[in-house]
T-cell receptor
Framework: ETGVTQSPTHLIKTRGQQVTLRCSSQ?????VSWYQQALGQGPQFIFQ???????GRGNFPPRFSGLQFPNYSSELNVNALELDDSALYLC???????????FGQGTRLTVV | QQQVKQSPQSLIVQKGGISIINCAYE??????FPWYQQFPGKGPALLIA?????SEKKEGRFTISFNKSAKQFSLHIMDSQPGDSATYFC??????????????FGKGTLLTVNP
């Protein structure tokens, strides 16, 4: 176990709705990254937060947004859900920006 | 644009055999190459990683071979066991500079080790 916890583990939403996913980083880690893993694919980088500031973003539209809190936990928000947003959303924490990333178990989001 | 290409897509090996998974990358700025193991319903777990200053790294039954000139790296699993059955992902990132650190993953290899 990595010490990175995500909630909820599973979620079903309707197209057009909004969703918030949560991640509690491993103790001592100040960096959190979010990845989207579609079925049968490798994870794709969404964005990274370092000390509460966004520190890089992948090719995802602005309806994907995030936050990092003073305790370094993080949220991923997705607005106007589309069917293609159905995926496993992974949170990874690291001691700092350029060190090993440890993944949580993920949140399985299904958009119907 | 897929910057990390992984093969094969699936692999079946007998217990005790050697599993070999290959990856090729395009971005010469990449300088950190980890391998992750993922079981169904779980997040990826870091298995072993290499940086381009060495050509090989071994940890137990797992070995990474790295060829900088060919921009290729591979994972070898010696004495493969049924418990190794999982999906394996190679990844790459630009580690130096400390900014915008992100992992670019291959598409994964589903390894099945038959008893």
């Amino acid at each position: 176990e990595t010490g990175v916890t995500q909630s909820p583990t599973h979620l079903i939403k309707t197209r057009g709705q909004q969703v918030t996913l949560r991640c509690s980083s491993q103790s001592g880690h100040n960096t959190v990254s979010w990845y989207q893993q579609a079925l049968g694919q490798g994870p794709q980088f969404i964005f990274q937060y370092y000390r509460e500031e966004e520190n890089g973003r992948g090719n995802f539209p602005p309806r994907f947004s995030g936050l990092q809190f003073p305790n370094y936990s993080s949220e991923l928000n997705v607005n106007a859900l589309e069917l293609d947003d159905s995926a496993l959303y992974l949170c990874a924490s690291s001691f700092t920006v350029a060190t090993e990333a440890f993944f949580g178990q993920g949140t399985r989001l299904t958009v119907v | 644009q897929q910057q990390v290409k992984q093969s094969p897509q699936s692999l079946i090996v007998q217990k005790g055999g050697i599993s070999i998974i290959n990856c090729a990358y395009e971005n010469t700025a990449f300088d950190y190459f980890p391998w992750y193991q993922q079981f169904p319903g779980k997040g990826p777990a870091l298995l072993i990683a290499i940086r381009p200053d060495v050509s090989e790294k071994k940890e137990g039954r797992f070995t990474i071979s790295f060829n900088k000139s060919a921009k290729q790296f591979s994972l070898h699993i010696m004495d493969s066991q049924p418990g190794d059955s999982a999906t394996y992902f190679c990844a790459a990132s630009r580690d130096s500079g400390g900014s915008n650190y992100k992992l670019t993953f291959g598409k994964g290899t589903l390894l099945t080790v038959n008893p």
